[in-house]
């Protein structure tokens, strides 16, 4: 590294003689870069996390392309009177049709919903049964006609005292008949048991990813619901446009509020950190130096507060800027993992600026001039940088070997942003000191005592054999129970609550929810055989697994006849039930279901598809029209759980029918599932790998075996106090704080670095000289990558909570260990004369 440095030197030389070049130079570069960097937007989407070849991934884009994803705004009305519901949805129709949009030059919607058209389905319930649901029609009426000629028969004797079994059969065959009939003949209009709520759907014409537009949107409807006074049409009425649209905009509201929240506290507290230690440090140099080159007074101190955060600042910012620029060319959108790091970029990237302009400092209060100063600190410091910075870049680097996108790109940024942080604090931070220094921004006075006291003169590390004991045996007794180490799979406690939301899903009650079938997986075939093929896969599968996660699985091909030969089938299955029902043994069989019976089995000519109700249709219909070939299968648990999706992706990610043909389910918790699997089995890789290479470089770094074991225990011990304090504070692992890991070791393997670089510079006993010089840099570097990280602590998504926590309290114990541990190991390898450069 050494080496590389030399071939570098010149760049420090440019950055003395022509500093205004090369600091407007990087600005002009900087400027240029935030126009691109400005353009990037984030993308919430769950599938935009895996690789676009993932089977998964393609099922659902299949899906999307061929079915659709309308996500509908809906407007909720609630009040005692269903009759005065009704008139303000007939009220608000055509008004909310006609809301016109100058901006896409367009009406906001282009269709709603709201009645339903039930008397053709009722007309036609046996007509859209399935086969199996019509035989056990015919068994149970063939079984009641039985008994009713029974029970007619003057001679027949009931031996038994009852027919418990036989009635329980037949009550189930019915309870079934019963749900599917409700499942299929909603009520007339959209409404909860109580029919107190009221549910209008409205069909957005633009884009949902365009948040300008959905926003517009809930505002027009607020208003126009606002200039219709719901409380006209019944004191207690209450009308809220909301629904799952709104949430995907409180989502993506909530994490742009979260950027610029952690954003604005996190850098205002390095800010604020940076500048009352480099101002407390020159006050203290400048003191130092004789009384009679004290020229200025305090005041002129404070005033020139600024200065340090401008001279680490400004290359800082140039280097984000183009970190983003690149970030956008190379990707074009941000994640919700990758969506916070300018601000943690801001934390780690101002270390290597904090050490440079430190020990910079240093040099100049020893007496050195400005160019053998920054030399000099080049020289020195600028190697224990380069081992620092490419160390903690290769650590985020080698995510970008991960399938998983919440990896590989949260390792390419925040990789790329280290790198660029590197080189601006080392070939543009120069010219800003040189500029400043020109101007006497920089108040300097030469020290008439040394830094540090001389080699020999120190005094030994205390209590050494104490804290490595201790600090030992905490790890031992971590180690002892990593199995309360758990990894969080319930997405909810992940995800962020809305109160607005909430207020919404109560207001809305338990409209279409009856059922029990939410969340369906798709599967996509081409013709209609495939459908059967698979509908029966699925359910051998579910048949033969005692513990299926599957509840129900449907497609419009069991229903709907496809064909003349499959409609004059199915009207001769109705007219058996027909003739069932007009037996005269019949006649007084009585009941609501009968009822439904007699009017289903008046059918004689087959449906067609254009007289299949909306509502229904839209199910089986896809965008061109067409039915589609696509069989929907319900889960029986609930998929907020991790582990009940990846259950569910298990058993019908991937279906094999009998004759050789595989298929892929699609839909967003399958996505979820898989994503959750692969983050789990690349995290101990990419921590491996990380860990490898952060070995590797730190040899190269030293050349040396044993100092590089020396400088690399902190984080091994840290790391291991941070599993500690998880156990002890209830943390746990999840989808978000993982990506954490390789980046604390990255983080963390710094400081150790740093003080074992210094260490063997300043020579034997030094150690304690060391910790009040360098020891004092890496404790400010760490407390401003921290601060960066704490910003997170102030959102509202728990996830990005959770990588704040996780972040805050790794890097704080690699520091911890690195002041303690490290120190103590090195005076008890001095005690014992081990110590060897």
Not at 357 to 369: D, M, P, T, V, W
Not at 379 to 387: E, H, L, N, Y
Request: proline share 4%.
């Amino acid at each position: 590294m050494r080496t590389l440095l030399a071939l570098l030197r010149p760049l420090v030389m440019i950055n003395y003689r022509y500093p205004f070049a090369v600091l407007s130079l990087s600005i002009l570069i900087a400027i240029g870069a935030g126009f691109y960097a400005t353009r990037l937007v984030i993308d919430t989407d769950l599938a935009s996390l895996l690789p676009d070849h993932y089977d998964s991934v393609q099922a659902l884009e299949r899906l999307r392309d061929t079915v659709g994803g309308e996500t509908p705004l809906e407007v909720t009305i609630n009040s005692p009177d269903f009759e005065a519901n009704k008139a303000f949805a007939e009220a608000l129709i055509p008004r909310a049709m006609e809301l016109y949009y100058p901006r896409l030059d367009d009406n906001f919607v282009n269709r709603y919903e709201y009645r339903r058209d039930v008397e053709v389905l009722k007309d036609y319930a046996l007509y859209l049964s399935t086969e199996d649901e019509i035989g056990q029609v015919i068994d149970f009426l063939e079984e009641r006609l039985e008994q009713a000629r029974l029970e007619a028969n003057p001679f027949f004797i009931d031996f038994e005292d009852d027919f418990d079994d036989e009635e329980e059969e037949e009550d189930e065959r019915l309870r079934e008949f019963e749900q599917m009939y409700h499942e299929l003949i909603p009520s007339e209009y959209p409404v909860n048991q109580d029919s107190s709520s009221l549910v209008l759907s409205f069909f957005p014409t633009g884009a949902q990813s365009d948040l300008t537009y959905i926003s517009d949107l809930f505002e027009a409807f607020g208003e126009l619901i606002a200039e219709m006074d719901p409380a006209s049409y019944h004191p207690e009425m209450v009308a809220v446009a909301g629904g799952r649209l709104e949430r995907h905009l409180m989502e993506l509201d909530s994490i742009i509020r979260d950027v610029v929240t952690s954003f604005g506290s996190g850098i205002t507290a390095v800010i604020l950190l940076v500048g009352f230690y480099f101002m407390i440090k020159l006050i203290i140099n400048y003191r130092r130096g004789h009384f009679r080159h004290r020229r200025h007074s305090l005041f002129d101190h404070l005033i020139r507060f600024p200065v340090p955060i401008m001279v680490i600042g400004i290359p800082l910012l140039i280097s984000l800027s183009i970190t983003f620029a690149i970030a956008y060319f190379a990707l074009g959108t941000l994640n919700t993992m990758t969506s916070v790091l300018f601000v943690i970029l801001f934390g780690l990237g101002i270390d290597y600026g904090i050490h440079f302009y430190a020990r910079y400092l240093e040099k100049r209060s020893a007496g050195e001039n400005v160019r053998s100063a920054l030399f000099q600190t080049y020289d020195s410091t600028g190697a224990a940088i380069m081992t620092s910075a490419t160390t903690t870049a290769v650590a985020l680097f080698v995510l970008m070997i991960a399938d998983f996108r919440g990896f590989s790109e949260f390792g390419f940024i925040s990789g790329t942003g280290i790198v660029l942080a590197y080189l601006s604090m080392l070939f543009v931070l120069p010219a800003i000191i040189v500029i400043f220094e020109r101007y006497r921004l920089i108040l300097i006075n030469k020290n008439l005592y040394p830094i540090h006291t001389k080699s020999g003169e120190a005094a030994p590390f205390p209590f050494a054999r104490t804290i490595f004991i201790a600090g030992t045996f905490i790890v031992a007794l971590v180690l002892f129970n990593t199995d309360k180490l758990y990894f969080e799979y319930n997405f909810g406690e992940l995800e962020p609550e809305f109160p607005k939301y909430v207020e919404y899903r109560e207001l809305r009650g338990d409209i279409d929810q009856a059922t029990g079938r939410r969340n369906p997986a798709y599967i996509l075939a081409d013709t209609d055989e495939e459908v059967r093929l698979i509908l029966q896969t699925i359910r051998e599968k579910k048949k033969n697994n005692l513990e299926t996660t599957i509840l129900a699985v449907e497609a419009l091909q069991e229903r709907f006849p496809v064909n003349q030969a499959e409609e004059d089938i199915k009207l001769a299955k109705i007219a058996e039930i027909r003739e069932l029902l007009n037996d005269p043994f019949m006649q007084d069989v009585e009941g609501e279901y009968i009822d439904i019976l007699q009017r289903a089995s008046r059918v004689r000519e087959p449906l067609s598809v254009d007289d299949v109700p909306d509502f229904l249709k839209n199910r089986f219909v896809t965008r061109d029209g067409e039915i589609g070939r696509f069989v929907m299968v319900y889960p029986a648990v609930g998929l907020s759980d991790g582990r009940n999706s990846i259950a569910f992706k298990n058993e019908i990610g991937v279906i094999e029918t009998s004759d050789g043909r595989t298929y892929h389910a699609a839909s967003t918790s399958i996505v979820a599932a898989e994503m959750l699997e692969l983050m789990r089995d690349e995290s101990p890789y990419m921590v491996a790998a990380t860990f490898i290479m952060i070995f590797i470089l730190v040899y190269v770094g030293f050349r040396s075996f044993r100092w590089t074991i020396i400088a690399m225990l902190p984080l091994l011990i840290g790391l291991s106090w941070t599993f500690g304090a998880m156990i002890m504070l209830g943390l746990s692992f999840n989808m978000y704080n993982l990506v954490v890991l390789p980046a604390i070791l990255g983080i963390g393997n710094d400081n150790g670095v740093h003080l074992a670089s210094r260490y063997r510079e300043e020579g034997r006993k030094s150690m304690s000289a060391v910790l009040k010089s360098t020891g004092q840099h890496i404790t400010i570097g760490s407390f401003t990558t921290m601060l960066g990280f704490a910003g997170l602590l102030l959102t509202n998504h728990p996830g990005l909570t959770s990588i704040g926590v996780l972040a805050v309290v790794g890097i704080g114990l690699t520091l911890f260990s690195a002041l303690t541990y490290l120190p103590s190991l090195v005076q008890l390898l001095e005690n014992k004369g081990w110590i060897r450069f």
